[in-house]
C-alpha cells in the first residue's frame, strides 16, 4: 500500500489555582507523549516525541494511508525528574503512569491529525479529570520550572542527577519526607499542595549541595518539629528543616509572585516579642535549633526596607505581631540594604576556599547552624557586610536591643555647634 507521512500533533496544559490562587494555564514541557495508532482495532506505538516549553508536540511517521484512530499517552518523566505514582515500596517498582490525554472514537483519514489543547483540569472528561492526574501536571509544572530557573542563574544551583516525587505517597510514613539516597519526595493525598512539593524538593536540593553525612541524612520526617532526632544534632537538623520551608516559600515567591494577583509573598521575619510568643524562643540558641527559628532569620536575611523596619523587644508586642513593625518617623542616610534573594541563600551552599570555606554546607556538625550560616553568608556574599550581619544577628536574638535605625543618621544627637556630622556614620560597602 502506498505510504504517506503522518503528521500528528497537539499541545498539554494545566489549569490550576494552587500556585497563586489565580486560575491559570501552565505548559506542560518536556513530558514523554506517546502515540498510539489502530486499524482494525488493535493499538500499536508510533514512538514517543517531547512537548517543547510552551507544551506544543508533533510526530512525523511514514506509514500507509489507511485510516486510523490515535491514542496519545503522556508521562511526567525526564532525565531530571520523574513524577511518580507510589504505590508500591520498592523504588525500582515505582512506576511513572502514562496517562491517556486523548483517544479517537472512530478512524479519521491522514495524514495531519491535529489533536489540539489537551489540559488537565477539574471537570475535564476521563483521565484528565481526575484529580490525581491534574495534581501530577501541577507537580510537573512546579518542579520543572523551579530546575529550570535554578540553572538559569547559577550552574551550581543544578540537581546532582534525577530526582523522584512520589504522589501519591502510601507506604513508608504517614507524612511526607524526602530520601536522600532514593532521591525521592514522599507526598501523601492528603499533605498534597506546591508549598509541601517544594520544601520536600528544597530537601533533596540540600542533600546535592552539602558536605558531610549524619544519621538522620536518609530521611527528614516533615513537616517540621516532628522531633525524632537526638539534641547533640539540633542544629544542623533545625537548619535543614527551616531551609526547606524558607526555600519553599521564597521560590513561591520569587517566581509566581509578580503574577497578577498572586497570593504568593517574600517570607517576613518576625519581631523579637514574636519569636518569644508566638514560637517560645527564648534565646538565640533556641532560635538556632527551632526549625520556625531558622525559617524567621532566613526571612529577615532576604527581607526588604531593613532600615523601615523596627524589631522591638522581647516583652512588647508591636501592632504588626508577629512581624516586624515599620517605623512611622523618616529615617535618612542609613547604609545601603544588601537587598539579597534566595539565590543568595542558595549560594552560600557552595565551596568557598578564598572566602575560608572549603566545604560545602556541612550537615554533619552540630556548630552549622543559622548564626554560621549568616557567618559564611557575609564572608561569601558581595552584597552582606560584617556590620550588616552583625545587626541581622541581634535581632534574631530574643534578648537584643539593637534596632535596624541605629545605624541611620537620623538616630543622632546633634553635635554641640548644631551642626549634624555626617561623615560618622558612613557605612562599609564592599565590592
Ligand atoms: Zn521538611
Given amino acids: 500500500m502506498a505510504q504517506q507521512m503522518w503528521e500528528i500533533s497537539g499541545k498539554l496544559q494545566v489549569e490550576e489555582s494552587d500556585i497563586t490562587g489565580v486560575t491559570t494555564r501552565r505548559p506542560l514541557a518536556n513530558v514523554e507523549v506517546e502515540v498510539m495508532a489502530s486499524n482494525f482495532g488493535v493499538y500499536a506505538s508510533w514512538g514517543e516525541v517531547r512537548t517543547n516549553s510552551d507544551g506544543e508536540w508533533t510526530l512525523r511517521k511514514e506509514k500507509d494511508k489507511s485510516k486510523r484512530k490515535f491514542k496519545i499517552k503522556a508521562r511526567f518523566a525526564d532525565s531530571e525528574l520523574e513524577v511518580n505514582t507510589g504505590l508500591l515500596a520498592n523504588i525500582e517498582d515505582y512506576l511513572s503512569p502514562a496517562i491517556v490525554v486523548f483517544e479517537h472514537d472512530h478512524e479519521v483519514e491522514g495524514p495531519d491529525i491535529q489533536i489540539g489543547t489537551r489540559c488537565f483540569k477539574a471537570g475535564a472528561s476521563g483521565e484528565l479529570g481526575e484529580l490525581t492526574n491534574i495534581r501530577q501536571a501541577i507537580t510537573w509544572y512546579l518542579c520543572k520550572t523551579v530546575i529550570n530557573t535554578m540553572q538559569a542563574n547559577d550552574s551550581y544551583f543544578s540537581f546532582d542527577g534525577k530526582i523522584h516525587i512520589v504522589y501519591p505517597s502510601n507506604v513508608v510514613s504517614n507524612i511526607p519526607y524526602a530520601n536522600g539516597v532514593t532521591r525521592c519526595a514522599y507526598i501523601q493525598t492528603a499533605w498534597w499542595s506546591p508549598d509541601t512539593v ?107 526596607a531593613l532600615y523601615k523596619r523596627r524589631f522591638g523587644d522581647k516583652d512588647t508586642r508591636l501592632d504588626s505581631y508577629p512581624y516586624a513593625q515599620a517605623v512611622s518617623t523618616p529615617t535618612r542616610d542609613c547604609p545601603e540594604p544588601p537587598r539579597l534573594t534566595i539565590w543568595d541563600v542558595l549560594k552560600v551552599f557552595q565551596a568557598n576556599p578564598g572566602a575560608g570555606w572549603p566545604t560545602e554546607w556541612q550537615v554533619g556538625n552540630n556548630d552549622y547552624g543559622v548564626v554560621r550560616f549568616f557567618e559564611r553568608a557575609a564572608d561569601v556574599l558581595p552584597a552582606l557586610d560584617e556590620a550588616t550581619k552583625d545587626l541581622m544577628l541581634n535581632l534574631i536574638d530574643p534578648n537584643g536591643t539593637l534596632e535596624p535605625q541605629s545605624r541611620c543618621e537620623s538616630s543622632l544627637e546633634p553635635s554641640p555647634g548644631g551642626v549634624i556630622t555626617h561623615e560618622t556614620v558612613t557605612s562599609p560597602t564592599r565590592l
Fill in 198 to 304: 517544594l520544601h520536600e524538593m528544597s530537601h533533596l536540593w540540600n542533600y546535592d549541595h552539602n558536605y558531610g553525612t549524619a544519621n538522620w541524612i536518609g530521611a527528614v520526617l516533615c513537616p517540621p518539629d516532628f522531633d525524632t532526632h537526638s539534641l547533640a544534632e539540633r542544629r544542623p537538623i533545625a537548619f535543614h528543616e527551616g531551609f526547606a520551608e524558607y526555600a519553599a516559600q521564597a521560590l513561591l515567591h520569587e517566581i509566581w509572585g509578580n503574577e497578577p494577583n498572586s497570593i504568593r509573598e517574600r517570607p517576613l521575619p518576625y519581631s523579637r516579642n514574636a519569636l518569644v510568643e508566638s514560637l517560645h524562643l527564648h534565646t538565640r540558641d533556641e532560635v538556632e535549633q527551632s526549625d520556625q527559628g531558622v525559617f524567621r532569620a532566613l526571612a529577615l536575611l532576604t527581607s526588604r
